[in-house]
């Protein structure tokens, strides 16, 4: 797995800070509150009740310490570390009310990230025999790109363009506004970044032959099948760099990776994966 780089601190001391702005609303936390002035320290622990693969263990840290300061939040585990049901993954010593009003946040946070890395290292696995790789999508839910991204990376997958602003992509309403492919690429060509390539979106293996005369190095097979991505490999005389996509599940996935695609991109990874089930107990 490539080098997996920490989230910058001015992307995600925002993201925290309006999580818990949502959670504590205009007065706080009224449960917990009780607790506020009170000197009683604790010690909580989280820990996985589903074997998986942790990711935002910073994320968990960033909101207790933004609660608090003085917490002291011990990981027990790294991001990217598969584990089994039942590990600790973390501590957390303090005060009282810092640790509970800061439970559920934490939580949120490396249940859903925890739960896409999880998903994503299935699948990686489930291809591992294959040379294809597992991209990441735009799909994302809206403020947390980075951060899902991020844990695709932690399971093993990689990411596909991070905004609009990353690389050319012309996909089907491209093409039809513009009127074929030929007019789409020759309308974007000049915005294309300097030492990057322009991608094409097919979903016709007639498509893919007219990509292949206008030398399109990245090309996009959208739904098709085994069958169909074949016959596009045949065709494939300028060993364009393949990408299938388009539905695919873990029913789906051996089969579009043992055509010989190069990248496989699943959105559901990213807007779909189901959290990681964690808890924290007081102990």
Not at 87 to 109: H, M, V
Not at 129 to 153: H, Q, W
Not at 197 to 202: C, F, L, M, S
């Given at each position: ?7 910058p ?17 205009s ?7 009780s607790?506020q ?5 604790l ?21 207790f ?26 501590k957390i010593?303090?005060?009282?009310y ?16 925890s739960?896409?890395?999880s ?5 990686v696995?489930?291809i ?18 980075v951060?899902?991204?991020?844990a ?8 596909h ?7 050319i ?11 074929s492919?030929?007019?789409a ?8 970044p ?10 016709t ?22 069958e ?5 490999i045949?065709y ?18 051996q089969g ?23 808890s924290?107990?007081?102990?």
């Amino acid at each position: 797995m490539s080098k997996i780089m920490n989230i910058p601190n001015h992307i995600l001391s925002p993201l925290i800070e309006k999580a818990l702005n949502e959670d504590f609303g205009s007065f706080g936390d009224l449960t917990s509150i009780s607790f506020q002035d009170s000197d009683k320290e604790l010690t909580a622990s989280i820990s996985s009740n589903q074997d998986g693969v942790i990711s935002g263990l910073l994320c968990a840290k960033m909101v207790f310490n933004k609660i608090d300061n003085t917490l002291n939040f011990m990981p027990q585990v790294k991001d990217a570390d598969f584990v089994k049901s039942g590990t600790e993954i973390a501590k957390i010593q303090g005060n009282a009310y810092s640790i509970l009003a800061g439970e559920r946040t934490a939580l949120n946070f490396l249940g859903h990230l925890s739960g896409i890395s999880s998903e994503t290292y299935k699948l990686v696995q489930m291809i591992s025999d294959t040379k294809a790789l597992i991209l990441s999508t735009r799909k994302t839910t809206p403020g947390l790109r980075v951060l899902e991204k991020y844990a695709v990376k932690c399971g093993g997958g990689q990411n596909h363009r991070f905004g609009l602003d990353y690389g050319i992509l012309i996909k089907d309403n491209h093409i039809k506004a513009a009127g074929s492919i030929s007019k789409a690429v020759e309308l974007t060509h000049n915005n294309k970044p300097y030492l990057s390539e322009i991608e094409v979106e097919v979903d016709t293996v007639e498509q893919f032959k007219e990509c292949q005369e206008l030398g399109i190095k990245y090309i996009l097979l959208d739904n098709m099948t085994p069958e169909q991505i074949k016959e596009c490999i045949k065709y494939n005389k300028n060993n364009s760099v393949l990408e299938a996509s388009g539905g695919i599940t873990s029913n789906t996935i051996q089969g579009i990776a043992r055509t010989g695609v190069n990248y496989i991109s699943i959105g559901r990874l990213t807007h779909s994966s189901p959290a990681l089930d964690l808890s924290l107990h007081i102990l």
